[in-house]
């Protein structure tokens, strides 16, 4: 059986302005379990190759929930699901 993908989309994107850029990076993520897989218990310390965070002036993560699926289908939990076992 295939596993799921847990990173669906990425994009990196840039708004320039006179002597700096806005840089954003867009994530989507299967579900809050595979976030947090991924992320860990702390999802707003930033994840960067070493070296980046020195580069930026102001790094911040925030997190959004997505409208375009079923609510019906979806659960909500705080706390992130222990890992699959399979």
Do not use: C, N
Not at 3 to 19: D, M, N, P
Not at 61 to 82: C, I, K, N, W
Request: a negative charge.
């Amino acid at each position: 059986m295939a596993k799921e993908r847990s990173l669906i989309y990425v994009k990196l994107a840039r708004q320039s302005h006179r002597g700096y850029d806005d840089v954003l990076l867009f994530e989507e993520w299967r579900d809050s379990r595979a976030l947090y897989g991924w992320a860990g218990s702390d999802v707003e310390r930033p994840r960067l190759l070493p070296g980046a965070e020195e580069l930026a002036e102001f790094v911040h993560v925030t997190h959004f929930e997505s409208l375009d699926v079923d609510p019906d289908s979806l659960r909500a939990t705080g706390e992130p699901e222990p890992p699959d076992s399979s």
